[in-house]
């Protein structure tokens, strides 16, 4: 069975931290843990951040949400990974809300405890540096999807990123896969409206690329779904 220090470890920001180390002990001692059901919220933009998240089980959505009710999906967490690192490390509030996709259990590390061992510990400092780089070519590539391509480009490219992986959007090459999320959803990963990504999958279909049906999307020919990108 895995330890609580091993799982720790496991966040990008901790991996240089040894097992069997003091550092990592306290680490351990300092974070708790909480259960949320699923569409139950973590946390609200705005709200005073109370530290770093990391995904024990389950998978949550973090998202940012206009006044009028439309949202940006920003990301998709899932068991491994943490999240909300920002606000830890310059002191403001959350930039961006937070609920459950699924049952989840996550640990939250105390802000000032990570702010500490980013001053103590020089293997921490250097996992924040890249983490954080990554995490600016990533938002930088979704910048320039958002902007430059069209909308049936991105959902042609949301519904091939999930060839091989967790069928969450209902993608899959058998009825049997059944859709977790709506067209609204999808919009809102796609930076779009539902209307929108509604067109683009009759598109698709009409071109033979995909089968849209309720429940379930198949990828009836993945090389013509590219021709969309």
Same mark, same amino acid.
């Given at each position: 069975m895995v330890s609580n220090k091993e799982l720790l470890r496991g966040i990008p920001f901790f991996a240089g931290l040894e097992t069997d180390s003091l550092t990592l002990e306290r +680490? %351990? %001692?300092t974070?708790?843990?909480?259960k949320y059901e699923a569409g139950q919220i973590l946390f609200l933009e705005g709200e005073p951040c109370r530290g770093l998240y990391y995904v024990v089980k389950g998978r949550v959505r973090i998202f940012k949400a206009e006044p009028g009710g439309r949202e940006q999906v920003l990301r998709l967490a899932g068991a491994g990974t943490s999240f909300n690192e920002v606000p830890v490390f310059?002191?403001?509030q959350n930039p961006a809300s937070v609920d459950a996709v699924d049952d989840c259990t996550i640990?939250?590390?105390?802000a000032e405890t990570v702010r500490t061992l980013l001053e103590t510990e020089p293997a921490v400092a250097r996992a924040v540096a890249k983490v954080f780089s990554a995490r600016l070519r990533h938002l930088t590539t979704l910048i320039a999807e958002v902007s430059l391509k069209q909308v049936s480009a991105r959902v042609a490219k949301l519904l091939l990123n999930r060839l091989g992986e967790e069928p969450i959007l209902g993608v899959g090459i058998s009825e049997q896969v059944t859709s977790q999320f709506t067209q609204q959803q999808m919009a809102a990963m796609a930076g779009t409206v539902r209307e929108m990504v509604g067109r683009a999958l009759r598109t698709m279909q009409k071109a033979g690329a995909i089968e849209a049906k309720r429940g379930y999307i198949l990828i009836k020919d993945q090389e013509? +779904?590219?021709?969309?990108l």
């Open positions: +680490l %351990a %001692a974070t708790y843990e909480e310059d002191g403001g640990w939250i590390v105390p013509k +779904l590219q021709t969309f």
